[in-house]
């Protein structure tokens, strides 16, 4: 990553929720083409989370902390807020001297910017500025979050403005945090009445169907773009008698996870591969 800086704009997006087993199967089904053709060998990697909740897993994120390998370790990290004693943390290592790696960003010139789903980016409460409040801007509407069905391409409409705004000569940090997968997530299957695999499944559809439009928005930038693409948790549907998580279970613990890069002009503005 340090080669990268400055050069590149840098892309972090958060599936909330996403399960790595949903993500897997419906990539190898076919069912989700979008994301097949970005992710390295079309191929999700299998990794697990620092936390089993959306605040605690992107706490560690925004540190260095990203979902890491299954294989036993330590595995060198992509970047890492400098602290003593850290062994995860090598000479290919982006370290940097600051708590986060939003603010270290900003120090080197990148706008940063959130784009907010899940109710932890609700500026509402003071509990939900607090991860927003690490960014140049911020934006959160309720047409953004878990409750409407169209969150994605709410969020999507948001970054076409964003993106617009910011001089090209700038290097730009984009966090999108989406929201579809988490639960209810009922809607996206039609005629269902609870939350299940499936209706969890049928999100991930969804949110595959409009991903183009995100990675169009980046590439048509004319420079790069670094993307980092995971989910923070899992959640359970029943297993073992879970639902839902915050707690310790593999389902919970157990997410996907692609890092590569995308080159100016590979999308185009209808969110196909150009």
Same mark, same amino acid.
């Given at each position: 990553?340090?080669?990268?800086?400055?050069?590149?704009?840098?892309?972090?997006?958060?599936?909330?929720?996403?399960?790595?087993?949903?993500?897997?199967?419906?990539?190898?089904?076919?069912?989700?083409?979008?994301?097949?053709?970005?992710?390295? =060998?079309?191929?999700?990697?299998?990794?697990?989370?620092?936390?089993?909740?959306?605040?605690?897993?992107?706490?560690?994120?925004?540190? =260095?902390?990203?979902?890491?390998?299954?294989?036993?370790?330590?595995?060198?990290?992509?970047?890492?807020?400098?602290?003593?004693?850290?062994?995860?943390?090598?000479?290919?290592? *982006?370290?940097?001297?600051?708590?986060?790696?939003?603010?270290?960003?900003? =120090?080197? !010139?990148?706008?940063?910017?959130?784009?907010?789903?899940?109710?932890?980016?609700?500026?509402?409460?003071?509990?939900?500025?607090?991860?927003?409040?690490?960014?140049?801007?911020?934006?959160?509407?309720?047409?953004? !979050?878990?409750?409407?069905?169209?969150?994605?391409?709410?969020?999507?409409?948001?970054?076409?403005?964003?993106?617009?705004?910011?001089?090209?000569?700038?290097?730009?940090?984009?966090?999108?945090?989406?929201?579809?997968?988490?639960?209810?997530?009922?809607?996206?299957?039609?005629?269902?009445?609870?939350?299940?695999?499936?209706?969890?499944?049928?999100?991930?559809?969804?949110?595959?169907?409009?991903? =183009?439009?995100?990675?169009?928005?980046?590439?048509?930038?004319?420079?790069?773009?670094?993307?980092?693409?995971?989910?923070?948790?899992?959640?359970?549907?029943?297993?073992? !008698?879970?639902?839902?998580?915050?707690?310790?279970?593999?389902?919970?613990?157990?997410?996907?996870?692609?890092?590569?890069?995308?080159?100016?002009?590979? *999308?185009?503005?209808?969110?196909?591969?150009?």
């Amino acid at each position: 990553m340090k080669t990268l800086l400055g050069s590149h704009d840098l892309l972090l997006v958060t599936l909330d929720t996403l399960r790595y087993d949903v993500a897997r199967d419906l990539a190898a089904a076919g069912r989700t083409p979008n994301l097949v053709r970005a992710l390295p =060998g079309g191929r999700w990697e299998r990794r697990h989370t620092p936390a089993s909740f959306t605040y605690a897993a992107h706490q560690a994120f925004f540190a =260095g902390f990203l979902p890491t390998p299954t294989s036993p370790g330590p595995h060198p990290r992509l970047f890492a807020a400098a602290f003593p004693g850290s062994v995860s943390a090598t000479e290919d290592t *982006w370290v940097f001297d600051a708590p986060d790696v939003v603010t270290a960003l900003a =120090g080197l !010139g990148y706008h940063t910017v959130c784009v907010g789903g899940v109710g932890f980016f609700n500026p509402a409460s003071p509990l939900g500025r607090v991860l927003p409040g690490l960014f140049a801007e911020t934006h959160w509407e309720p047409e953004f !979050g878990v409750t409407a069905p169209g969150c994605f391409e709410a969020q999507l409409d948001r970054v076409d403005r964003v993106v617009a705004t910011v001089p090209d000569g700038r290097p730009l940090f984009l966090f999108v945090n989406v929201a579809a997968l988490h639960q209810p997530n009922r809607h996206y299957l039609p005629g269902a009445g609870d939350d299940s695999l499936a209706s969890h499944a049928a999100a991930l559809e969804y949110v595959d169907r409009h991903v =183009g439009r995100l990675f169009a928005a980046l590439t048509g930038r004319g420079r790069p773009c670094l993307v980092v693409l995971c989910s923070d948790h899992g959640t359970a549907y029943g297993e073992d !008698g879970h639902t839902g998580h915050r707690f310790g279970h593999e389902v919970v613990w157990t997410v996907p996870y692609a890092q590569f890069v995308l080159e100016p002009g590979t *999308w185009n503005r209808t969110g196909n591969p150009a």
